[in-house]
């Protein structure tokens, strides 16, 4: 089974705080994401990565910045937290290559933030 | 961006009733999925229906694929307590990213 592991299922911090979320993997997936998810919204897409030290912005990056320097970790990084980016944050991730495999997507468990 | 829209956005059923959601979608998709998230957790990948498939079955589930409404439809038979969660339809977007929409609460009163 893919497992999927986020670090923190509850992580509470200060605003200006530097604050880093992991998600490391064990499927050798080669892509993996991050998401925030909010009441109402849904998932919306902050971060990807398709390759060790590859990134490509998703929808809503402001604030936010992400490393991967080894294939089954990803990490998100708030530069300086802030009230707004209290929010459950969601790492997955998906096998590259052709057909539908690769659109599917496994989740780890979710770290609830809250920044004070 | 937000593709997918479910409707309803909840639902309250007894059980063993069954739970039908729907999802729209705006763009062109190669394949369309359906994730279930239990309450303060992750999603779970429940089933993937490809743009020429019309209706897929696995277990309990069904979900139907119009894609000349750009629709699907996800319907649960002889709900559960344990069904109680909230659904999600995911729509492909470019390269490997998935578009979710804002998902139905579905709860399954014993």
């Known amino acids: 089974d893919v497992k999927v592991t986020q670090s923190s299922r509850y992580l509470v911090k200060r605003t200006g705080e530097k604050v880093f979320l992991e998600c490391v993997q064990d499927?050798?997936?080669?892509?993996m994401f991050w998401y925030r998810q909010d009441p109402g919204l849904g998932l919306r897409l902050i971060y990807f990565?398709?390759?060790?030290?590859?990134?490509e912005k998703g929808d809503i990056p402001e604030g936010y910045s992400v490393s991967r320097e080894k294939k089954e970790r990803f990490s998100l990084i708030l530069e300086s937290a802030s009230t707004n980016q209290t929010s459950m944050y969601l790492c997955?991730?998906?096998?590259?290559?052709?057909?539908?495999?690769?659109?599917?997507?496994?989740f780890g468990a979710g770290t609830r933030l809250s920044v004070l | 961006s937000q593709q997918g829209e479910e409707d309803p956005q909840a639902l309250s059923i007894q059980e063993g009733e069954n739970a039908t959601m729907n999802c729209s979608y705006k763009?062109?998709?190669?394949?369309l999925q359906w994730y279930r998230q239990n309450s303060g957790r992750g999603l779970v990948h429940l089933i993937l229906?490809?743009?020429?498939?019309r209706e897929k079955h696995s277990g309990r589930l069904r979900v139907t694929l119009d894609t000349s409404k750009k629709s699907s439809s996800l319907l649960i038979t002889a709900s559960r307590a344990a069904d109680t969660a909230s659904y999600f339809c995911?729509?492909?977007?470019?390269?490997?990213?998935?578009?979710f929409g804002a998902g139905t609460i579905l709860r399954v009163k014993s």
């Open positions: 997955a991730s998906s096998r590259r290559g052709a057909g539908v495999a690769k659109n599917i997507q496994y």
């Open positions: 499927m050798d997936h080669e892509n």
């Open positions: 990565s398709y390759d060790v030290k590859m990134k």
């Open positions: 763009t062109s998709i190669n394949n």
């Open positions: 229906i490809r743009s020429n498939e």
């Open positions: 995911a729509t492909d977007g470019y390269g490997n990213k998935l578009v």
